[in-house]
């Protein structure tokens, strides 16, 4: 029986803000990250105006990849990496966001980074916008509820995509695009889109004009890059939690169509290059008054994506409630809990089965290559006697969800690039500002407090998943 392909893409995936540290070096920008202070679980990550002496910012040092990267660009060659997934500060590239030229000393940190990879012939997949926008975009310009960021984010994408032509292939435009459609708190409208709400506004028109503009500036990038390069493959990035209807009576199964409609849409834009009907009826009856010029629908036909890359931890389930007669979807109010599957520490449903199912929905709606570039658990983990983290039910979680991928590649025939699972080195989290929270195959001494010596060790997970990339998955 065929396996994956002999040129799967396995590697690991991390974000800029999430490791690299050093957040006033080489002339880099404060960036959104920078202004959000440490969380935990169910206590909710500040955003303060500004960096405010006192607070505990845990992106601004991270794990200090900034200087360490050599090494531990080592590490994953040694795991056997083929790709690494990371993205591009814009914050070292354009460091106020706003400027005519870009700042020298960040493009050359990226050169140096994709050289080393190159190196070892681990392939570079880059995210350009992972939830760190320059802030300064933010105070002066409101973030993407304003128009003039499509122009900062092209300027910033044709920069990176004209410098890295011959050592990056593999790109995508924003990263998680579509957290957003969890307008209701302010986590994903600020990470994703600079968005602040004022008390009284109306979320949710403002979620969706931001997320037009990123959507016509993702069109914009991906047609110049295929210009500079007609090589690259450029993809979209979503998260993909599939929302299961709680029981078979077709009251929940309508409401979990409507819920991913909510949820997903932005995948039909990059894709296909225009609006769902669903979703313009759905303005049409909110009546919406939105910025969507004639112009703007020309360029998302003309900018459409090579691939769909997603992340997958988790799905969620909603039921048909009686106050809710048009089925609107509230993602704090809608999901109730799957009876059927264990959660994670933080409350993350776990479910391979809907990693096999999101693959097949991706794959029927729009037949094209897929890419897995998040996955994993996140954990809490305790270094043992002789230093070990003997993290097995990591190992589980990732094996688990590799036989649910091979079951759609082998089964179903799905078409998958990669697989990177998330946070392949310990590094902060993004939702709740941790450290705790770890994900990694290489265990990094730093704790919430910011303690430790940034020592990195191999986890047993490391010399698993070295195993299963030497077995091209066969093992599984
Ligand atoms: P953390 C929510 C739901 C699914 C994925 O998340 C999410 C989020 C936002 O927290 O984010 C992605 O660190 C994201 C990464 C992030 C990773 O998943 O909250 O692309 O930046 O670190 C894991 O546990």
Not at 173 to 199: C, L, R
Request: glycine share 8%; proline share 4%.
């Amino acid at each position: 029986m065929p396996g994956f392909k002999a040129d799967f893409l396995w590697g690991g995936a991390v974000a800029a803000h999430q490791l690299e540290g050093g957040w006033q070096e080489g002339g880099k920008g404060v960036s959104v990250a920078d202004v959000m202070t440490a969380g935990a679980h169910g206590v909710p990550r500040e955003i303060t105006d500004g960096v405010l002496p006192g607070k505990n910012y845990p992106n601004h040092d991270a794990i200090d990849f900034y200087h360490r990267y050599k090494d531990d660009i080592k590490l994953f060659a040694e795991m056997g990496f083929k790709c690494f997934r990371t993205s591009i500060a814009w914050t070292r590239i354009f460091p106020k966001g706003d400027e005519q030229e870009p700042n020298e000393a960040g493009l050359q940190f990226y050169d140096d980074l994709f050289d080393e990879c190159l190196k070892y012939n681990i392939e570079p997949v880059i995210t350009l916008s992972h939830f760190e926008m320059p802030y300064h975009l933010v105070t002066e310009y409101g973030g993407w509820r304003n128009r003039k960021m499509i122009d900062f984010f092209v300027r910033f994408a044709s920069t990176v995509f004209t410098r890295y032509r011959g050592k990056v292939k593999y790109w995508m435009t924003f990263n998680e695009i579509n957290n957003q459609a969890n307008y209701h708190e302010d986590f994903a409208p600020f990470t994703n889109s600079g968005v602040k709400y004022q008390p009284g506004e109306d979320r949710e028109v403002i979620m969706y004009q931001a997320a037009h503009y990123e959507l016509v500036a993702s069109a914009l990038a991906v047609e110049a890059g295929h210009k500079i390069n007609p090589d690259f493959k450029i993809g979209c990035m979503i998260a993909m939690c599939p929302i299961y209807p709680l029981t078979c009576d077709p009251n929940d199964m309508m409401m979990s169509v409507v819920a991913m409609h909510r949820r997903y849409w932005f995948t039909d834009v990059h894709v296909r290059g225009y609006y769902p009907q669903h979703l313009l009826n759905y303005f049409a009856r909110r009546a919406f008054k939105l910025d969507i010029t004639d112009d703007d629908l020309q360029i998302l036909t003309r900018g459409c994506v090579d691939y769909i890359g997603f992340s997958y931890y988790m799905s969620f389930v909603t039921k048909a409630m009686e106050d809710n007669p048009q089925l609107d979807y509230d993602e704090t109010k809608s999901l109730v809990k799957n009876p059927y599957v264990k959660a994670s520490d933080w409350g993350w449903q776990i479910d391979p089965v809907g990693l096999r199912y999101s693959l097949n929905y991706f794959y029927d709606l729009y037949q094209l290559p897929l890419f897995i570039v998040e996955n994993g658990f996140g954990a809490i983990d305790q270094p043992e006697s002789d230093g070990i983290v003997n993290d097995q039910y990591r190992i589980d979680y990732m094996r688990n969800h590799i036989s649910e991928m091979k079951k759609a590649v082998v089964e179903d025939g799905v078409d998958l690039m990669g697989y990177t699972p998330w946070g392949c080195i310990d590094l902060v989290s993004a939702g709740t500002g941790e450290m705790k929270k770890r994900y990694g195959m290489i265990y990094v001494d730093k704790d919430n407090d910011g303690n430790g010596t940034l020592a990195r060790s191999r986890k047993k997970s490391f010399w698993w998943y070295q195993d299963v990339i030497k077995q091209n998955g066969e093992n599984i």
